[in-house]
Nanobody, 123 residues
């Protein structure tokens, strides 16, 4: 069993930066692929970025490529999302998720989810 707790959301102006954190509890964090998804009001949850269990590979949605960066620190059982050059369309609740070994872009593939953290980008 893995529990995920996100933090770091908030209100920022267009062009600003935020860093989200996701702390995991439970064993074998290093064997889990991690991902961030987001959900804006009235929209479906969408894939943002993932990182494999080995941290050797990451996959970014086109909408955030070049602006967002995912890091994982297995020693701290944590994953981070550095978000730069934020845009109003990045406004959403951001969710951290985990699944065994291999990353996926599909939310249904992830077993564990955090409660979400709100990110609001003002224009």
């Amino acid at each position: 069993q893995v529990q995920l707790v996100e933090s770091g959301g908030g209100l920022v102006q267009t062009g600003g930066s935020l860093r989200l954190s996701c702390a995991a509890s439970g064993r074998s964090f290093s064997t889990y692929a991690m991902a961030w998804f987001r959900q804006a009001p009235g929209k479906e949850r969408e894939f943002v970025v993932s990182v494999g269990w080995s941290a050797g590979s990451s996959d970014y949605a086109d909408a955030v490529k070049g602006r967002f960066t995912i890091f994982r620190d297995n020693a701290k059982s944590s994953v981070y999302l550095q978000m730069d050059t934020l845009k109003p369309e990045d406004t959403a609740v951001y969710y951290c998720s985990a699944r065994r070994l291999f990353a996926s872009r599909l939310s249904r593939d992830y077993e564990y989810w955090g409660q979400g953290t709100q990110v609001t980008v003002s224009s």
